[in-house]
């Protein structure tokens, strides 16, 4: 706990606003490089505009001047998300920068493009990074020391990346999996860096906002401001920190303004400052105030996405798979590819929204994907996807061509694989039949127990033997000299009865002869 005995509650915001693509059909390869549906990403942008971000940032602004230095909040703002604003609303990138003036805004560091590099290439996860700390100088003029991963993706070895870029400390989610008997309401450390600090999301308050607050079925509903400080001064004896994360559109899109939300959100720092003991904190304050209760083990990458709070939103199907590994096949071409333009549509081609709409989970969370989903099926948002990066191959292909000593030398490796694999093969066919059950005869009864087989180097040396012996001498009618004559003996002394008869039979027909 700090010094004071303050107890913190963070507040952040996700804002990323997702694109789309337009419908890219197959005779467009070669032809049409242009990939993006202009009309429908700005007036999705301007709509969302008018009902969020301007009337929820100046509420923002409000309750700052109001509270004097007692309110705070933290936004997380995607690359893609500023270069719309540029685009197509001005006017609310200013408002943000209004707020970053205030000094009461933290804003956090995450990936250009709201990417899934982290889960498939440590150097084009640091390099987008990079890429989003630098937008963040330039446009807001603020310096990051916070991160947010696309969707609140983490694991443990994605915490230690994030440590080595000097980052204080991470977000994520409080997933019940991971977490077991311990409480979101603390703060934690990486398990592999204890020098990054974690704060886990309170996953039940915050989609008390997110997704219930419209409710009407809901237990709870109407939720107002004195109400949920309510909950949270019932949770302050057992609590230290608590994090509530959301979607920024939660405020004014998906719930409208007729809702109650605006309202909600004008009261609720005032209920919480008036009857709880938490003060409001960014996280870069909370890693500098608070000291963590203990480690947080996280091997496999978690999600703040559906039930599981895993990456099958993702990466749950193979059309997903499919597209995301060929995606990443470019990435080497791409970066030694120097073209400003097919830099910036690689950049915008690994946009996790589009990995997104081919998710097929039609079950509990099924209409939450059906809701921010511009395409019929998961198949339709796969074939257009890989229409579009077909495209976007022939320009890298165009663009940085293999020379025809890379091009001989990718053919003999693929040629030694085969060959590899054909030998594989072999040897486990013949281990296979080495290994074979005795046979069984028409009446039923086990046939006669052969021999083991011998090895490869007993037959090979079996074989070069045989191979130096002379032929033998074919007999003619008019031979006058045979081959000495030999007898076979079995283990009692007496040559075979087969072989005796043949060599009497062999007599008579010389006795005929003379």
């Keep these: 706990m700090s010094a004071a005995g303050k107890k913190a509650i963070c507040f952040y915001f996700q804002v990323h ?15 049409d490089h ?12 301007r709509k969302v505009a008018e009902k969020c971000y301007l009337p929820a940032n100046k509420i923002i602004l409000d309750l700052i001047q109001r509270h004097k230095g007692k309110f705070k909040v933290t936004f ?6 500023i270069n719309q604003f540029r685009l197509y609303a001005p006017e609310v990138l200013d408002s943000f ?13 995450e990936t250009d493009s709201h990417s899934l590099s982290s889960l498939k290439s440590k150097t084009q996860f640091e390099h987008q990074v990079e890429l989003h700390r630098q937008m963040m100088r330039d446009y807001l003029g603020v310096e990051t020391t916070s991160f947010r991963n696309t969707e609140l993706i983490y694991s443990d070895q994605i915490g230690a990346w994030i440590a080595d870029m000097g980052f204080k400390s991470m977000l994520t989610e409080g997933a019940k999996h991971v977490l077991g008997w311990k409480s979101p309401n603390y703060l934690y450390c990486n398990a592999i860096n204890p020098r990054l600090k974690v704060l886990l999301r309170n996953f039940v308050l915050s989609d008390d906002i997110a997704f219930r607050f419209s409710n009407k079925q809901w237990s709870a509903w109407p939720l107002t401001a004195d109400k949920y400080a309510t909950w949270l001064n019932k949770l302050a004896p057992k609590s230290e920190l608590i994090n509530i994360f959301l979607d920024y559109e939660t405020f004014g899109e998906h719930n409208w303004k ?16 008036k009857k709880t003991p938490f003060k409001f904190m960014t996280p870069s304050e909370v890693a500098d105030a608070l000291q ?10 978690i999600s703040w996405a559906d039930e599981e709070r895993d990456i099958t939103a993702w990466l749950g199907n193979e059309l997903q798979v499919a ?11 791409v970066r030694r590819c120097n073209d400003e333009l097919i830099n910036k549509d690689w950049e915008y081609l690994q946009s996790s929204d589009h990995f997104y709409y081919m998710a097929t989970k039609f079950f509990s969370d099924g209409a939450v994907h059906a809701y921010f989903n511009p395409y019929d099926t998961p198949y339709d948002a796969f074939m257009n996807y890989m229409n579009v990066l077909s495209d976007f191959e022939i320009r890298v292909k165009r663009c940085f061509p293999a020379t025809s000593e890379q091009e001989q030398v990718a053919k003999l490796e693929a040629t030694i694989r085969d060959k590899e694999l054909i030998i594989e093969k072999q040897a486990t066919e013949i281990e296979r039949l080495s290994k074979k059950p005795e046979k069984i005869t028409k009446r039923g009864r086990p046939a006669v127990k052969k021999e083991a087989q ?25 031979t006058t000299k045979s081959k000495p004559k030999t007898t076979r003996k079995t283990t009692s002394g007496k040559a075979p009865a087969k072989k005796t008869t043949a060599k009497k039979s062999i007599k008579r027909v010389r006795k005929t002869k003379e």
């Design 17 to 31: 606003q997702p694109f789309r693509l337009k419908r890219y059909r197959f005779f467009d390869l070669g032809h």
């Design 258 to 273: 007729e809702t109650g939300i605006f309202d909600f959100l004008q009261h609720l720092p005032g209920a919480i400052l």
């Design 323 to 333: 597209a995301l590994d060929k995606v990443y096949e470019l990435a080497d071409r």
């Design 76 to 81: 997380s703002l995607s690359g893609i998300v």
């Design 292 to 301: 963590p209760v203990s480690a947080i083990s996280i091997p496999s990458p």
């Design 454 to 478: 011998p090895s490869l180097k007993e037959l090979a040396a079996k074989l070069a033997k045989t191979s130096l012996k002379k032929p033998a001498v074919k007999k003619t009618a008019g």
């Design 34 to 45: 242009y990939y993006y549906d202009d009309f429908s990403n700005e007036s999705i942008m």
């Design 97 to 109: 920068k209004q707020l970053a003036e205030t000094g009461m805004v933290e804003f956090l560091a």
